[in-house]
């Protein structure tokens, strides 16, 4: 007989329902498409929120579901290898230890996993790694470390009704996220309301410095980064012209658009630094690039959010005859970008918090490549940091308020995968790297890759 189990979160959320199959006896586990719900979806591991999935990892979820987390454990335990780099997977399978142990400390991370995929499996793959090797390291002062996963969709109130669910549980003490800036402003109204710690790995808008004593980040402002482009286009590309490309009503689309040109302004002295919002309905790549040139630009700087990203794309190609130089946020650093543009992008700088190729030796690369069988990228660095830092924050103090003034402390510091991890009043991070990285073809081979600029400016 089926049996039904019911999903419950906290205070008694009814999250999802699944059916139970019979449990995979062997490790032959069989790719499937997941159909993600369209409620609040915040899981533990009864439910499954990435598209791709397996036979083996769904009747985890399952068995999960019904509370039988030895049954969980096998299965995703099987699903892992059937693909090591599911981080969903491995966030599940350390849950369900937890679940077995019956001692643990909850966090969340908060990410989009039905409109950006791939974006939120980097930021888990950060989050993963770092619950994983904090549990099998004695875990928090004994007590193993579980993680819920939300995903926020990005959508404007949905974020607000994470944050929520999330403050209404007691027992969650901390939060990987938001992931967008938007979205960690609307959940960061929350969470200083209701007094939880937020640490976003990828928000970079400068409305989020002194934004809520409860709202941190592991990654730069977008000054910072406006700073350092503006300086290598001057020193390096030697002109003082160049044109935007941004997004109406994205903070951190604005955020890089504004503090660039100011940054421009103050390298050059030149006033006028030409716009294009790339969210217009009417918006065309190749007369923008010819308006551009028309305005004596000699640099395009790329600003656009994920939504837009398919606009700083054609903007690339509009722009592959024109001998512009091309300059992007680190939006635009991704394996789609090397993937889709290629040849087209060669030569293109973009401003990043880590790189993998400065680091090759360090142990949280080395580890990394040994449990997801691949490299990663900025995001699960900066996501690592962020889960870190919480946990670091929890040894010392196992409660929302005094985890909030542990993370504030001038003495607070721990080891990162991108260096020292110590945050400032404003909830900033203290001594951000950045690194200009930019687009070059392999050796030999017709594929593109970043590659660090040197010297750094």
Known sequence: MAVIAVV??????????????????????????????TGLEISYGGQILQTDTNSCKKAGTQAF???????????FKLSLQKNSNDPEAL??????????????????VSVPTSIEPNLAEEILRGVAQAQDEVNNNNGINGKLLQVAIANDDEKPGTPTKIAKALVQDQEVLGVVGATSSNATLEEGKVYNTEGLVAISPTSTSVNISNFSRYVFRTVFSDELAADKLANYMVKNLHTKKAAVFFVFGSSYSKSLKDEFVKAVQKQSKVLNVPEFDLSKSNFNAETAVKQAISQNAKVLMLASDSETLDKAYQV????????????????IF????????????????????????????????????KLW????????????DATQAIAEGLKQSNTRDKLQKTLHSPDFSVEGATGKIQFSPSGDRINNNIFL?????????????????QPQF
């Not at 419950?8 to 586990?29: A, E, R």
């Not at 579901?65 to 299965?75: E, K, M, P």
């Not at 069988?373 to 690592?384: D, F, I, L």
């Open 8 to 37: 419950i979160f906290g205070t008694g959320m009814v999250l999802g329902k699944l059916i139970l199959s019979p449990t995979p006896t062997s490790k032959s586990c069989q790719d499937m498409k997941n159909t993600p719900g």
């Open 316 to 331: 690339i190609q509009a722009a592959k005859n024109s001998n512009l130089d091309i300059l992007g946020g680190d939006n």
């Open 91 to 108: 966030i599940y399978l350390n849950n369900a230890k937890a679940r077995q142990q019956g001692k643990w400390l909850r966090i969340a």
């Open 373 to 384: 069988k691949a490299t990663v990228n900025w995001r699960t660095a900066t996501a690592y």
């Open 65 to 75: 579901a019904s509370g039988n987390y030895n049954d969980a454990l096998n299965n």
């Open 437 to 453: 990285v930019k687009v070059q073809q392999k050796a030999g081979k017709e594929e593109y890759e970043f590659v660090p600029i």
């Open 334 to 369: 991704s394996l789609e970008t090397l993937n889709s543009q290629g040849k087209q992008a060669e030569g293109m700088v973009v401003a990043v918090p880590w790189y993998i190729g400065n680091v090759s030796n360090s142990n949280f690369v080395n580890n990394s490549k």
